[in-house]
């Protein structure tokens, strides 16, 4: 179940300014062999941006989780020497781990682009994607995303 909502204001008739925000919420029942338990996961989304003129600017956090916990059956094992010459597997620890799915980092986008005519069959974009945390980790550092776009209709 989720609620999306957007607003859009027309400052004039070069400029407008859009912002959103989804908010979602999923029930489970999840239960088996080695998951123990899944609770509801909360989950939202934000956005604005601006468009002026032919430049299109915008600040984002996609979709993450923000509340929700795995149960799952851990166990923790000893190896050791047995006394045929083999190894025998002692347990140390059994229970139910609880892993949090909210993550740890939370990924923010800025993005820029620009938008020109060449012709009336040709037009083209130049784009720019800068993304912190990127798939909510810092493991792997910032990325940065550069597009171009060149468009050709054939005047048929």
């Known amino acids: 179940m989720y609620v999306d909502a957007v607003a859009q204001y027309k400052v004039s008739d070069m400029v407008d300014l859009t912002a959103r925000a989804t908010f979602a919420q999923t029930r489970s029942n999840a239960r088996g062999e080695f998951v123990m338990g899944l ?7 934000f956005a604005f941006g601006a468009n002026i003129g032919n430049f299109e ?4 956090q996609p979709l993450a989780i923000t509340d929700g916990a795995l149960q799952y059956a851990y166990a923790q094992y000893d190896v050791v020497d047995a006394p045929d010459n083999g190894y025998q597997l002692n347990v140390i620890d059994t229970h139910v781990e609880d892993l949090s799915l909210r993550p740890e980092k939370r ?8 938008r020109h005519q060449f012709g009336d069959f040709t037009d083209g974009a130049v784009g720019f994607i800068y993304r912190i945390n990127p798939n909510h980790t810092d493991d792997f550092g910032n990325e940065s995303i550069f597009m171009m776009k060149l468009t050709h209709r054939l005047g048929i």
């Open 39 to 45: 609770t509801d996961i909360t989950s939202n989304a």
């Open 107 to 114: 990924e923010m986008r800025l993005m820029g682009t620009y």
């Open 57 to 60: 600017f915008g600040i984002s």
